[in-house]
């Protein structure tokens, strides 16, 4: 069954109201908004925060291959993400793991701006996928993994593009990473697809970008 139209609306710019911050590696936008209605009546005036950045978007990598016994395997990256990790216990409505901060991910990175076009995309996520995990692979291999999608479109315009491949293993050498601290020290964990996409069910894999990405491969 289609989807009825989305409502007709435009958002009006009232105001653009500066930072006081200094520019850092996201920066707040505070803005002024109305709402045009299809029949051009507005809405009352109302402010609106947003994150930006200046390397907005990114890639998500599933690199897979099948094992002896034809089974699909995927790997899959620890990563410790500081908004997780300081996350106010005394708000969380659910006990918390004693790992809180510490996820496994799929490889995934910001895309640069000479990279912001449809091979540029291909290029960030090889480059991505040898950084994080140590693969390397011909641009041209990756296959996309369904429509970009946005993470958190409440707060930030950021795309997320899926893309897959099929890797050699045995052709896997130590990720060189980027020399960013929260990336040195990362395991690589080789998992049977079916028990990956088992671990988000039972939350041991929360990240979101992952599990969709997990759940696409698993649809092919």
């Given amino acids: 069954m ?97 790992a809180l901060g510490g996820l496994w991910e799929l490889p995934a990175g910001l895309v640069e701006p000479d990279e912001r076009s449809v091979e540029g995309l291909r290029r960030c996520a090889a480059r991505e996928l040898f ?18 999608t946005f993470p958190a479109p409440g707060m930030i315009g950021e795309r997320h593009f899926y893309f897959h491949v099929e890797v050699d293993p045995a052709r896997r050498v130590t990720p060189p990473e980027d020399g960013s601290p929260l990336e040195m020290g990362a395991v690589i964990a080789d998992v049977p697809l079916d028990e990956a996409i088992e671990l988000t069910r039972r939350g041991a894999i929360e990240d979101a970008k992952t599990e969709v990405a997990l759940r696409r491969l698993a649809e092919i």
């Fill in 2 to 98: 289609p989807l009825p139209p989305l409502p007709k609306l435009a958002l009006r710019l009232v105001e653009a109201i500066p930072s006081r911050d200094e520019p850092g590696f996201l920066d707040l936008r505070r803005q002024v908004f109305r709402i045009e209605r299809e029949d051009g009546s507005l809405s009352d005036a109302f402010v609106y925060d947003t994150v930006d950045r200046a390397r907005l978007d990114a890639v998500v990598i599933a690199p897979h291959y099948r094992d002896a016994a034809g089974r699909r395997r995927v790997f899959l990256r620890s990563a410790l993400r500081p908004p997780v990790a300081t996350r106010p216990l005394g708000i969380c409505p659910v006990p918390e793991a004693p």
């Fill in 131 to 148: 950084e994080e995990v140590g693969l390397e692979v011909d641009p041209s291999v990756l296959g996309e993994l369904g429509p970009s």
